[in-house]
């Protein structure tokens, strides 16, 4: 059967109202995200700064070790002081005096939807408590 070209006109309206639709969703996803980036470096920021008992608790759930990403140098902008080196590794051009934000991220779990998946940290649930050796 032949399109006529009411039909293709109509098709053509469909697929531009659908992409739009994913691109509207799309900026909605970004602005969520960037809005918990937001959020992620202030609380860090009052954490690493004020609260210090709950972020020693905090880290007694992390494992792993860095693998110089750099990705929690780049939440929300890139920091000036990133310098990305020849193997794609980072390195912090104030490393001594970095803030305490940075010297302790990820504090948390959630710390790392704000790097989507870079970081080589993770956390586990709980301590882990040594039994006595029978
Ligand atoms: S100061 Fe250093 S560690 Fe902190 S965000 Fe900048 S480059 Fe990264
Ligand atoms: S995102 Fe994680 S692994 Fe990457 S530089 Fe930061 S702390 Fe290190």
């Known amino acids: 059967m032949k399109q006529t070209s009411r039909s293709r006109t109509a098709r053509r309206h469909s697929i531009e109202e659908r992409l739009a ?68 590794s980072t390195t912090c051009g104030i490393y001594e005096d970095r803030p305490n934000q940075c010297r302790l991220f990820p504090i948390e779990q959630r710390d790392l939807e704000e790097v989507r998946g870079s970081c080589s940290f993770y956390f586990i649930e709980r301590p882990i408590k040594l039994e006595k050796a029978s």
Request: hydrophobic share 35%; charged share 40%.
């Open 21 to 88: 639709a994913a691109k509207r969703s799309r900026a909605v996803e970004d602005t969520k995200f960037r809005a918990r980036q937001v959020q992620g470096k202030v609380r860090r920021f009052v954490s690493a700064n004020f609260r210090k008992e709950e972020v020693v608790a905090a880290l007694a759930l992390r494992r792993g070790e860095c693998n110089r990403c750099g990705a929690c140098c780049e939440i929300l902008f890139k920091c000036p002081f990133l310098k990305k080196n020849d193997d794609d």
